[in-house]
């Protein structure tokens, strides 16, 4: 994955060292579920992950538009910077429609 504004480094470390929580927060789910914790339980750390996912998401995401828009050249043409666009908002929509 290629990274883009800020330090590429520090970014990738903070998207790495999310997912690496994430992981470690679905073995808990996991275990959870093979020791027949409660439900409630079990829902509150699966609602958990799934904010973290939506965090690292976000990150990813905003990162991509920006690489995105900062390959379109000063000069491009309405149907460049159209084609741009156009992959954006499918990406984006991806993620909207769930």
Known sequence: MELGSGNKDDLRRNI??????IEGQVR???DMVAGNKECVEVLTQLR???AALRAVNGLVLKNYIQICYRGVPADANSQELLHHLDQTVGVLSKFIEG
């Not at 790495?16 to 929580?21: F, N, P, T, V, Y």
């Open 28 to 30: 808990g789910i996991q």
């Open 16 to 21: 790495i060292s999310r997912l690496k929580k």
């Open 48 to 50: 958990a992950v799934t």
